[in-house]
């Protein structure tokens, strides 16, 4: 498992990946397996994002029976936050500064959001 290539149905054609990546950095909540997603932006907005992470959250909870799943992104982008919220992930209100990016960069402020086991199975 890992991070899956996202192609249309109908064409083929690359448009991203999304799936799950094992984090064991320096984050304030690693270790944790985390569900991630890139799509290319003239794919944004057609339920892309959210129809593969859903397969993905399944496949994290049905065939690795995971105990939970992370993902986490920076403040300003609302439409992976969006996506996040349509997983019934829950924003854990817990904020953190990427170690990767320095503190006063725009993009180093980060959402966290969890969704465990048991808020999959009642989703």
């Not at 854990?92 to 808020?119: C, G, I, S, W």
Request: aromatic share 14%; glycine share 4%.
């Amino acid at each position: 498992w890992g991070l899956w290539a996202v192609a249309l149905k109908d064409s083929d054609a690359f448009i991203g990946f999304v799936g799950l990546h094992e984090r064991e950095d320096s984050l304030p909540f690693s270790p944790c397996v985390e569900i991630a997603w890139r799509l290319s932006k003239i794919y944004w907005g057609y339920g892309y994002a959210t129809e593969a992470a859903n397969a993905a959250v399944n496949f994290a909870f049905e065939t690795l029976k995971l105990d939970e799943i992370v993902s986490f992104t920076a403040c300003v982008n609302a439409k992976s936050q969006l996506v996040m919220e349509r997983l019934n992930m829950v924003n854990m209100q817990n904020n953190f500064y990427h170690p990767a990016l320095e503190p006063d960069h725009e993009l180093a402020e980060h959402v966290f959001y969890k969704m465990t086991r048991e808020e999959w199975v009642k989703r």
